[in-house]
């Protein structure tokens, strides 16, 4: 026998100690949506009042709500409003998108105009195909990189060792991730999903990402997460943690049934968003 078992059992070891240790708790007010929806007898309402409680967290959620994220006709001016017209799913997203993100600002510059950026070119890419979940496909793009998230406020000490490694030799984070702890924040995201018990659909693509062909329960989703997390890269929206643009992959393209002449429509609509959505990279 070679010593590869071994060494992965290992390595599996490892990864089990950081991920019990340095998951963080879901944020209170998230823990409290969900622990009211299993109620049947909550109502919108209630939901929206939970919600609007918190008056900073409102104005944040109202923000996006009324962002060209969305372009919405008309102002959404109440949380029991986008409850409604948006949907309790990307309600929820908006709201951990708001709580989790707060923590970050200084921890990692830029990651933030990342996940705007990803998210409102996941909503166009999924528009453009005609989507009718594309609201929810936009969250997905929102929270993509969510592990990055914990790795910057839970690992500080390693997330500077990847950091210095994507500078010193040129690596993509993820693989620099990889170097440092034998897993990457697509990992830490999916032990994060399960940890706060987000849909498999939103984990999917917190997941698989970086490797959409691998994606089973919801790959079209994962595709378009892919996609746009290249486009705004390569549109220098925000930074991802490197400054390099991968190759997409072709598989997501095929998932999507997208042609090279899909490409342009899809960035002409995209520009005029991320211009507008400067205005929320200052929400944080
Ligand atoms: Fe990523
Ligand atoms: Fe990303």
Not at 87 to 99: C, D, I, Y
Not at 224 to 240: C, E, L, Q, S, T
Request: net charge negative.
């Amino acid at each position: 026998m070679t010593a590869d078992p071994d060494i992965s059992d290992r390595i599996q070891a490892r990864k089990e100690v950081r991920r019990i240790k340095n998951l963080p708790t879901v944020p209170g007010i998230v823990a409290k949506i969900s622990r009211m929806v299993e109620n049947p007898d909550t109502s919108v309402a209630d939901v929206g009042r939970l919600i609007s409680q918190d008056q900073v967290l409102s104005a944040k959620v109202l923000r996006m709500a009324n962002s060209a994220f969305f372009g919405m006709s008309r102002k959404i001016s109440s949380i029991s409003q986008a409850l409604i017209i948006l949907g309790f799913e990307v309600v929820k997203g908006l709201v951990l998108t708001s709580s989790v993100f707060d923590m970050i600002q200084k921890s990692m510059a830029g990651l933030w105009e990342h996940s705007i950026g990803c998210a409102a070119a996941s909503g166009v890419i999924a528009s453009h195909l005609g989507r009718e979940d594309a609201e929810e496909v936009l969250v997905a793009g929102l929270l993509h990189d969510l592990g990055k998230v914990v790795l910057a406020l839970n690992m500080p000490d390693e997330m500077s060792l990847v950091r210095k490694k994507v500078e010193e030799e040129d690596l993509y984070f993820y693989e620099a991730e990889a170097k440092v702890l034998d897993f990457d924040h697509a990992e830490i995201g999916q032990w994060l999903a399960e940890h706060w018990n987000l849909p498999e659909s939103l984990a999917e693509p917190m997941r698989l990402h970086h490797k959409p062909e691998k994606a089973v329960l919801k790959p079209e989703w994962t595709a378009i997460v892919h996609i746009a997390d290249i486009i705004v890269r390569a549109k220098g929206f925000g930074n991802g943690g490197d400054d390099m643009v991968p190759d997409m992959s072709p598989a997501a393209w095929e998932i999507l049934g997208l042609r090279k002449v899909d490409f342009l429509p899809i960035l002409e609509q995209l520009e005029p968003k991320l211009n507008s959505l400067k205005d929320l990279t200052a929400l944080n």
